[in-house]
């Protein structure tokens, strides 16, 4: 896997450039925990943002997404020491017609949404 770029509205890597012609925001109308299908007939790139804390030793705030054969790049946050909150993001590339998901789990932690972009 290599590092993905995004400059001057492309995403390149060491092997190729993909001009990114719409990107959206659609932190309102997404949720977590749903399955979504992509119909751009596109490959679509996505980036979610979060916030993880945890209240107490043990507790956990984790976030995962679901994507036959993606491409994940980021971090499958986890967060499980005492007394910790930390933001990080999740970017993820999904193929036409194939189903995306992003689930969460929580156990005396809470992971907040703070931003989906979704690009192609």
């Keep these: 896997m290599s590092l993905l770029i995004i400059t001057d509205g ?3 890597d060491s092997l190729s ?4 012609q719409t990107v959206n925001d659609v932190t309102a109308t997404k949720s977590i925990g749903v399955n979504y299908t992509n119909t751009t007939g596109k490959t679509l790139y996505i980036s979610i943002y979060a916030t ?6 043990g507790g956990t705030a984790m976030l995962s997404v ?3 054969q993606a491409t994940l790049l980021g971090w499958n946050g986890l967060v499980s020491s005492p007394v910790m909150t930390i933001a990080q993001s999740i970017f ?11 689930n ?3 156990t005396n932690g809470l ?3 703070t931003a989906w972009i979704e690009s192609y």
Excluded: G, M, N
């Design 10 to 12: 492309k995403i390149s």
């Design 17 to 20: 450039t993909v001009p990114i």
């Design 52 to 57: 993880f804390a945890v209240s107490i030793a």
């Design 66 to 68: 679901q994507v036959p």
């Design 92 to 102: 993820v590339i999904v193929k036409p017609d194939q189903t995306y998901r992003f």
């Design 104 to 106: 969460k789990s929580e």
């Design 111 to 113: 992971v907040t949404l």
